[in-house]
């Protein structure tokens, strides 16, 4: 299946750290970019498999999942710039 880009949201004040729950999303198969992991601000960003998603949000300690969509270059002889 296709990779796809994530942004995972982490609870800061839930009972799983944010260390034990970006393990866990690696383990689910996320693989964090080089400046992917902020634990101060409680996100994660990197590819993971497109089937793998629904295990991302099921991590106990993931608020959100949100998949990066693609916007095609807009033509520069249009309207809108």
Known sequence: MKNLEVIVSIDLEGDA????????????GLKVGPHGRSEGLGFLSGEIDADAVSKLRAIKGVLAVEVSRATPPIPPDSKVQ
């Open 17 to 28: 750290g944010f260390r034990q729950v970006a393990q866990a999303a690696e383990r689910a």
